[in-house]
Structure formats: structure tokens, C-alpha cells
């Protein structure tokens, strides 16, 4: 059976860091697109960074460009959100997700493949 778990959550002030990661396992993780969204309290899920299979090609939401990376270590059947420079306005869970299509993780369709549990970034101003 496939899973997806994150950790790396907390709470961190603003200005801080922290790096998220998701581990893969039960399939073959290099075929999937990766990517990261994010859900506050009374809005909807929205994307955050999508990362290519093979980690060449990444996207970012504007309100995140220049303070989170998105990266992925195949051999580790992992990808990771390092965030820094954190703002009140990141606070949110935080969900990976995988599918094929780099499209569809970026339009954040609600049918991608394979969805994390979620963890939960607070961040204290």
C-alpha cells in the first residue's frame, strides 16, 4: 500500500525555517510529480511548489517565490519543503501530494493520485 508522510511541522517564529519532508513509500517514487499545498483555518487547499520527477523543473506560488525550496532525493523516496524567512501567513497544514501529471499537481486537481496526512506549520509573529 502506497503512503505518503510528512513531518517537520511546528511552530517557529516569524523569520524562522523549517523543513518539511515527505517519504514515499510502496512504489516506485521517481516516476511521480511531487508537490507541496497548504490549507489555513476557513480557506481552501492551495499550491504551494510542484518538483518533476527527475527534479529538473519546479514551480512555486508567487507568495512563496525566493523563501521556500522544493527539492526530492530519489534515493531516499523523499521530497522537502525547506521554508525560511516564515511569515503569520504561512501558518497552515501542509500537504504533499504525488501524481503523473505536472499540470495536474500545479492546477491542485482535487483527484491526484496520492495525498499526505498533513502537517501542521504555525507560525508566531
Known amino acids: 500500500q502506497v503512503q505518503l508522510v510528512e513531518s517537520g511541522g511546528g511552530v517557529v517564529q516569524a523569520g524562522g525555517s523549517l523543513r518539511l519532508s515527505c517519504a514515499v513509500s510502496?512504489?516506485?517514487?521517481?516516476?511521480?510529480?511531487m508537490g507541496w499545498f497548504r490549507q489555513a483555518p476557513g480557506t481552501e487547499r492551495e499550491f504551494v511548489a510542484v518538483?518533476?520527477?527527475?527534479?529538473?523543473?519546479?514551480q512555486y506560488t508567487d507568495s512563496v517565490k525566493g523563501r521556500f525550496t522544493i527539492s526530492r532525493d530519489n534515493g531516499k523516496n523523499t521530497v522537502y519543503l525547506e521554508m525560511n524567512n516564515l511569515k503569520p501567513e504561512d501558518t497552515a497544514v501542509y500537504y504533499c501530494?504525488?501524481?503523473?501529471?505536472?499540470?495536474?499537481?500545479?492546477?491542485?486537481?482535487?483527484?491526484?493520485?496520492?495525498w499526505g496526512q498533513g502537517t501542521q506549520v504555525t507560525v508566531s509573529s
Open positions: 510502496g512504489r516506485t517514487f521517481n516516476t511521480y510529480v
Open positions: 518538483i518533476s520527477w527527475n527534479g529538473v523543473s519546479t
Open positions: 501530494a504525488a501524481d503523473r501529471s505536472y499540470g495536474a499537481v500545479v492546477r491542485g486537481d482535487r483527484n491526484l493520485e496520492l
